[in-house]
T-cell receptor
């Protein structure tokens, strides 16, 4: 049973370009969470999605950032017109339907975005 | 904002038990206590969670006080590979009685296991 898969593991973008980060949840999981970790800092919640719906986006910057989790395919975190301050590790987690009792969330290994 | 308080750092000798405390004095009746750890920039790893009873799995034990205002994560025989940042998190329960929603990470405890 594969874990949460994130790709790419490392991504380099020039200032002004777009970054697309992908997250494939564990099999049977319909809830996805995105977190950002700036260098030497803690994990900050960004957005929580369920298939085709955004449940909580209270941690998403108002501009340039968007997230989706389509009915088919991975969840995508999209950052438009990247700036140096976007350089960070971005982690995705998934959890199963809330109908199950043990709804721990499992994390992927992250995408490390470097903006040059 | 995180609803937990943890010591910034702790040390433990290899082979000894590591006891990591967490204060969650404002926890409400509909919140679980979760523990995760992050080993040097890797993705956070789930350890254990509980509501009000003590829990044990292959990784650790979780002791929750009767008033639920604090808990202790116990790694019974710490190894060098247990060196990591340990996060204590409270997470709400939905109406169906299962935990859901975002995990809010604080600063955690840096546990260093020494030879």
């Amino acid at each position: 049973n594969a874990g949460v898969m994130q790709n790419p593991r490392h991504l380099v973008r020039r200032r002004g370009q777009e970054a697309r980060l992908r997250c494939s949840p564990m099999k049977g999981h319909s809830h996805v969470y995105w977190y950002r970790q700036l260098p030497e800092e803690g994990l900050k919640f960004m957005v929580y999605l369920q298939k085709e719906n955004i449940i909580d986006e209270s941690g998403m910057p108002k501009e340039r950032f968007s997230a989706e989790f389509p009915k088919e395919g991975p969840s995508i975190l999209r950052i438009q017109q990247v700036v140096r301050g976007d350089s960070a590790a971005y982690f995705c987690a998934s959890s199963p339907d809330v109908g199950r009792m043990n709804t721990e969330a499992f994390f992927g290994q992250g995408t490390r975005l470097t903006v040059v | 904002d995180a609803k937990t308080t943890q010591p910034t750092s702790m040390d433990c000798a290899e082979g000894r038990a590591a006891n990591l405390p967490c204060n969650h004095s404002t926890i409400s009746g509909n919140e679980y206590v979760y523990w995760y750890r992050q080993i040097h920039s890797q993705g956070p790893q789930y350890i254990i969670h509980g509501l009000k009873n003590n829990e044990t799995n292959e990784m650790a034990s979780l002791i929750i006080t009767e008033d639920r205002k604090s808990s202790t994560l116990i790694l019974p025989h710490a190894t060098l590979r247990d060196t990591a940042v340990y996060y204590c998190i409270v997470r709400p329960i939905n109406a169906g009685g299962t935990s859901y929603g975002k995990l809010t990470f604080g600063q955690g405890t840096i546990l260093t296991v020494h030879p």
